[in-house]
């Protein structure tokens, strides 16, 4: 059995669900329009690798801070329905059946929170999903995140984590998708590396490396 490692955000969709999320959240009165421009600054430290991950979730997952996590999962489906599904590239969803047809075990890794990667991954028919740990207090969200983050080479530690607790698995290639210059940890570990849609920095990463690049549409 082979491991097929997919991003989430600008690989498997078009556009980040971190972004999508707190648009949905201001559409919905749930948060302050304010947030969407502050993100959107972080959002061009990230696509210049200077991004502070966790000054990234305090802000995002401020809206969320002493809601509880039954009113927060309703909102997450109403989101991934309208916002998140539109948006899957058609291109990413017969790459992950092709993995599946295959007997590999899909997984999604991103650097979004866990109460958005988990049930889109889910929606997506993955196996499971490794994501930035949201913290739960008395079933309602503090605001605050936990464990290592799963951003650049906090990707490739929490995978070697969860691998160590796959009893009796052992997979004999790992395969990795991702469109961020972020993840080269992740794909530089990977038997088969595949670069989405990749900037021209990453292009030439890519062609200097030998990983296959794909030019994947709506």
Same mark, same amino acid.
């Given at each position: 059995?082979? /491991? ?6 600008? !690989? #498997?969709?078009? =556009? ?5 999320? @707190?648009?949905? &959240? ?15 600054? /972080? ?6 690798? !200077? #991004?502070?991950? =966790? ?5 995002? @997952?401020?809206? &969320? ?154």
């Amino acid at each position: 059995m082979d /491991l097929a490692l997919f991003d989430l955000d600008e !690989t #498997l969709i078009c =556009e980040d669900s971190t972004s999508l999320w @707190l648009r949905w &959240l201001v559409s919905q009165g749930f948060a302050s329009s304010d947030l969407i421009a502050e993100e959107q600054q /972080l959002m061009t430290q990230y696509y210049a690798g !200077t #991004l502070s991950i =966790e000054e990234y979730m305090n802000k995002t @997952l401020a809206p &969320l801070a002493g809601m509880a996590t039954l009113t927060v999962e309703g909102w997450v489906r109403r989101f991934i329905h309208r916002d998140i599904m539109p948006r899957v590239f058609p291109a990413a969803r017969e790459r992950i059946e092709w993995h599946q047809q295959r007997g590999d075990k899909v997984m999604i890794i991103s650097a979004s929170g866990e109460h958005l990667v988990i049930p889109i991954a889910e929606r997506l028919g993955a196996y499971g999903a490794l994501a930035i740990g949201v913290e739960v207090v008395d079933d309602r969200y503090s605001g605050q995140t936990y464990g290592t983050m799963t951003y650049k080479d906090g990707k490739v530690t929490r995978l070697t984590d969860w691998k160590a607790l796959q009893e009796g698995e052992a997979f004999e290639r790992t395969w990795a998708y991702s469109d961020s210059m972020n993840d080269l940890p992740l794909l530089a570990q990977a038997d088969h590396a595949h670069v989405i849609n990749p900037d021209t920095m990453l292009h030439q990463e890519a062609m200097s490396r030998g990983w296959e690049v794909c030019h994947w549409a709506r």
